[in-house]
């Protein structure tokens, strides 16, 4: 059967760091492409970061770039968002998702496989 679960959320204060990790069973990331999306109560999900499958091309969200970073370990059949620098506005679920295709890809819809969601919560 084929999923992503994921680890690493939690409480942490404005200022400082949390690595997602989303770990893949029942088939390999080398073939898929990436993402991490979050979303708030009562607000759409949104894309945070992507990449395609050869990890050569990524996207972050205006509101993340230059402090979050994406990354896929194939060997571990694992994903991963560092998030630097955290702010309460980070505060939400967020999910990671892969796709069939390697093209690096934004909308949520192309996303086939979606990990549980874990809480993140930036607060002092």
């Known amino acids: 059967q084929a999923q992503l679960v994921q680890s690493g959320g939690g409480l942490v204060q404005p200022g400082g760091s949390l690595r997602l990790s989303c770990e893949a069973s029942?088939?390999?990331?080398?073939?898929?492409?990436i993402g991490w999306f979050r979303q708030v109560p009562g607000k759409e999900r949104e894309r945070v970061s992507c990449?395609?499958?050869?990890?050569?091309?990524?996207y972050y969200a205006d509101s993340v770039k230059g402090r979050f970073i994406i990354s896929k370990d194939n060997a571990k059949n694992t994903v991963y968002l560092q998030m630097n620098s955290l702010k309460p506005d980070d505060t939400a679920v967020y999910y990671c998702?892969?796709?069939?295709?390697?093209?690096?890809?934004?909308?949520?819809?192309?996303?086939?496989?979606w990990g549980q969601g874990t809480q993140v919560t930036v607060s002092s």
């Open positions: 998702a892969a796709r069939d295709r390697p093209t690096l890809q934004t909308n949520m819809a192309a996303y086939q496989h």
């Open positions: 990449m395609n499958r050869d990890n050569n091309n990524t």
């Open positions: 029942g088939f390999s990331l080398d073939f898929y492409a």
